[in-house]
């Protein structure tokens, strides 16, 4: 294995460590004249950032772009790329480049673990977060009250933030891959959570409510200014309908549907 091989296996290590997501590029087929030959690797970052190389000039630009895409659907790809002016059939991608030859190069996200932010730290967000965390998700747990947002509680959660909902939620992170989860232990909480977080672009928001109290929720968030589509992201009444009662039924039905829709893309 070359040095060059192994200094990239060594930053995927790291990614994996820090939770960072990248994309890995590899050259698995060339014919021809190419500016790098099989097995020729390079990491692409959400940013558009990159670390090593197959090539330089348009081919490495349009292989950065779809691994940014790649990034943002979870899903792994093998691209053709013909590296000459002739025309090229629907399953090859015209480069415009003289070359003359052709890769094949293969994209795959670096596996990373969502995470999931609970906001909530009660009976119901307890039994979710240990569900949650052993079917692959991190767990943040927010929380105003320090002796439920404990290690004692959540002794696998990821991150414990402990504060006023609305001031925790006024600075949080969220990114297109991760799910929110609204179990406060009151409704104007809930009501809260939610004008913060619609804001966000995530993967999944739930909300812990009956029909009724989402019929409220809806028509307090319509008149705020949130649009229809907006509102119509939210998960309400939370979880998959499996007619649960207990807190660790209830969080049953929310990690069955978070791993739902981790896995929907995946599936087509």
């Known amino acids: 294995m070359s040095s060059?091989?192994?200094?990239?296996?060594?930053?995927?290590?790291?990614?994996?460590?820090?939770?960072?997501?990248?994309?890995?590029?590899?050259?698995?087929?060339?014919?021809g004249s190419t500016p790098r030959h099989i097995g020729a690797k390079m990491l692409v970052f959400a940013d558009g950032g990159i670390i090593g190389t197959i090539g330089g000039a348009i081919l490495e630009k349009m292989v950065i772009?779809?691994?940014?895409?790649?990034?943002?659907?979870?899903?792994?790809?093998?691209?053709?790329?013909?590296?000459?002016?002739?025309?090229s059939p629907p399953e090859k991608i015209p480069t415009g480049m003289l070359c003359?030859?052709?890769?094949?190069?293969f994209i795959e996200p670096i596996a990373i673990q969502p995470i999931v932010h609970i906001i909530g730290a009660g009976h119901v967000a307890k039994p979710t977060a240990e569900l949650a965390a052993k079917c692959g998700f991190r767990t943040f747990i927010y929380d105003a009250r320090p002796e439920m947002a404990s290690k004692e509680r959540f002794p696998a959660a990821d991150k414990l933030l402990v504060g006023e909902i609305a001031a925790l939620l006024k600075d949080i992170e969220i990114t297109a891959n991760d799910f929110i989860v609204i179990v406060s232990p009151d409704h104007p909480t809930d009501f809260t959570a939610l004008t913060h977080l619609?804001?966000?672009?995530?993967?999944?928001?739930?909300?812990?409510?009956?029909k009724k109290k989402w019929k409220t929720f809806r028509r307090?968030?319509?008149?705020?200014g949130f649009a229809a589509e907006q509102i119509d992201r939210v998960h309400a009444p939370i979880g998959l309908d499996i007619?649960?009662?207990?807190?660790?039924?209830?969080?049953?039905?929310?990690?069955?549907e978070l791993i739902k829709v981790r896995n929907l893309e995946k599936s087509h």
């Open 4 to 31: 060059y091989t192994k200094n990239i296996y060594l930053e995927i290590a790291g990614l994996i460590n820090k939770n960072t997501p990248a994309a890995l590029a590899v050259i698995v087929s060339a014919k």
């Open 65 to 87: 772009d779809a691994a940014k895409e790649i990034l943002r659907s979870g899903l792994a790809k093998k691209l053709t790329f013909q590296l000459h002016e002739h025309e």
């Open 100 to 105: 003359g030859g052709e890769v094949e190069v």
């Open 198 to 210: 619609l804001k966000k672009d995530c993967r999944y928001l739930g909300v812990i409510c009956s």
């Open 220 to 224: 307090e968030l319509s008149d705020l």
């Open 243 to 256: 007619a649960s009662e207990t807190p660790e039924e209830i969080a049953v039905s929310i990690v069955a």
